[in-house]
């Protein structure tokens, strides 16, 4: 069955699987979208605010928004311009085009984690974690680590197995790496929160190298922040990458999954853990 509005597959159960999706707005596949930007334009006088407007009339057409306009200008300072725009795209989605990156790791419960670093470390496994460079920006490498963790799951601190060394915000890479490699840590977590010039780019690469300068013995780098895309890691030189949303508990499943791989068990040993 096929409409205007969107393709969908009839199922021999009579049910319809929506292949093929428009955005919505006002009704369902009527293809409206909302737009924000900002523009180097003054929004001061009556002129410059005409002005301005067309000049965001003429991006959203450029962009395909058709029609298009705009619901919300705002000066900023006296040269710049921000901008809402709602117009109608002609543009499909196709559903089956998705791609979901898989987690290439089981997640798993903290009395596994800890089982599994007992029995391929016989010791602690350790963690230093940091923002560089300039960034403050400290909430989201504690929701990681801090014990009382983020959105109902604990963080790194709880894992009785774990040691965790947080060195807070603005450490500097020679800090950073000289603290690694004194508290001989088999992973550093470093978040980057700041994106503007590409710092967050900057200061991971920058880091990766200095630990490879550094030399052997390499602890995991694992890197984190709301504006890094995960799979990006060979780029950047480092070993991992969290985006926005992530949970302390599949950064703990991650590492086990890099660190601590499953023993072989031996006849006749039981399993067994009281939990974290
Ligand atoms: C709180 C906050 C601050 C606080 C920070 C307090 C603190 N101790 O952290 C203060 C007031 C200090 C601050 C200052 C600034 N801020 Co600010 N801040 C925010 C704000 C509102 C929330 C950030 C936050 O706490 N998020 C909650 C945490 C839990 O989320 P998260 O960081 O994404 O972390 C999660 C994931 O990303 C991931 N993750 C993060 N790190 C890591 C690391 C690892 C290893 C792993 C595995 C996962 C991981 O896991 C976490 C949990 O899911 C954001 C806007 C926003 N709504 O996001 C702006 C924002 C980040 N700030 C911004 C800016 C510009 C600044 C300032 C430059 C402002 C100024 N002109 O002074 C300064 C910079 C200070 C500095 N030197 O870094 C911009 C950044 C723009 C950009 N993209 O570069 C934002 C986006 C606001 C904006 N829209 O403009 N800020």
Do not use: W
Not at 134 to 156: Q, R, Y
Not at 175 to 193: G, K, M, P, Y
């Amino acid at each position: 069955m096929t409409t205007d509005q969107s393709r969908t597959i009839v199922r021999s159960d009579g049910g319809q699987d929506r292949t093929i999706v428009r955005p919505y707005g006002d009704t369902t596949g009527d293809g409206r979208v909302q737009l924000s930007f900002t523009l180097p334009v003054p929004y001061g006088s009556s002129e410059q605010r005409a002005r301005a407007e067309g000049a965001a009339l003429q991006l959203a057409a450029k962009m395909g928004m058709d029609p298009a306009m705009v619901v919300h200008a705002k000066g900023m300072g006296p040269d710049f311009t921000f901008f809402i725009v709602y117009g109608r795209v002609a543009h499909l989605v196709d559903l089956s085009e998705v791609i979901v990156a898989e987690r290439e790791f089981p997640l798993l419960p903290a009395a596994e984690i800890n089982l599994r670093i007992r029995s391929a470390l016989g010791r602690k496994l350790v963690v230093v974690g940091a923002c560089i460079g300039t960034d403050a920006h400290t909430v989201g490498i504690d929701a990681i680590l801090n014990v009382k963790g983020h959105a109902g799951e604990k963080g790194l601190e709880y894992y009785r197995e774990m040691r965790i060394v947080n060195l807070g915000a603005q450490v500097s890479v020679p800090d950073l790496v000289a603290r690694a490699r004194a508290e001989q840590a088999d992973a550093v977590l470093v978040s980057q929160v700041v994106t503007q010039r590409d710092a967050h780019v900057n200061n991971t690469k920058e880091m990766a190298a200095a630990f490879r300068a550094a030399g052997p013995p390499q602890p995991l780098l694992v890197v984190g922040g709301p504006r890094f895309t995960p799979g990006s890691e060979t780029g950047l030189g480092v070993d991992k990458i969290f985006g926005k949303g992530t949970g302390p508990g599949e950064v703990a499943s991650y590492l086990v999954h890099a660190l601590a791989p499953p023993q072989p068990v031996l006849a006749g040993t039981a399993a067994g853990d009281s939990g974290a």
